[in-house]
Each structure stands twice: as structure tokens, then as C-alpha cells.
């Protein structure tokens, strides 16, 4: 499934990742985020000083090598830098690139695959 690729590629900053990829992953871990942190809430392992719980927080901290990747691989889809991930950390430039994320890819080869 689309969903897990970046999972299964969780360490690969080469190559390119097609709009679907990683718009299926951010579902996906949007959703899980959600259900574990309800279960947390729910069996009283929230944290509100930190807004996580157990079980949502390991999940997180697994998914944060495999987003950043998948996160890279869908710049080189649109032929940037993998280096432009780290504008993500400046508050209002990374809408910029969120909104990188939904442009089409380049048809064919580009200087990343």
C-alpha cells in the first residue's frame, strides 16, 4: 500500500515521491495521531503540558524520520532541493512549502530521478 512506502523508505533521501505518496502518508498519520491520542486521553495517559500521550507520542517520534524523507523525495518530485525542507522551520515560509507539496511533479527526469 501507498501508505506505508515512506515507512518502508524511511531513510532514503534520494529519489522522488508523487503527491499521492505523501498525501496518503499525511492522512495516514494524521488519522493515527488522532485515534492514538483519544486512546491515550481515554486511559488517562494525555499529557496536557505537553499535548501527548504515550502511545501517540512514540508513534510520532517514529514517524518523524519517514516524514522528513518523504517530505524531501516530494521536493525532488518537483524539482527543489531537499535542502528547502529545512525553510520549514521559519513560521510563515513554511506555507510556502506546504504549498510546494501540491504541485504536479515533472514529467519524466528531472536532476533527482
Do not use: Q
Request: glycine share 12%.
Amino acid at each position: 500500500m501507498i501508505i506505508f512506502e515512506p515507512y518502508k523508505k524511511f531513510a532514503e533521501f534520494s529519489g522522488r515521491a508523487s503527491r499521492k505518496e505523501y498525501w496518503s502518508f499525511v492522512g495516514f498519520f494524521i488519522f493515527l495521531s488522532a485515534i492514538l491520542g483519544f486512546i491515550d486521553g481515554f486511559t488517562g495517559n494525555f499529557d496536557e503540558a505537553s499535548g501527548f500521550g504515550l502511545m501517540s507520542g512514540i508513534f510520532i517520534l517514529g514517524s518523524l524520520l519517514p516524514s522528513i524523507s518523504v517530505g524531501v523525495r516530494r521536493l525532488h518530485d518537483i524539482n527543489k532541493s531537499g535542502w528547502w525542507m529545512l525553510l520549514s522551520l521559519i513560521p510563515f515560509v513554511n506555507i510556502w512549502i506546504l504549498i510546494l507539496f501540491f504541485f504536479k511533479g515533472d514529467l519524466g527526469n528531472n536532476r533527482f530521478g
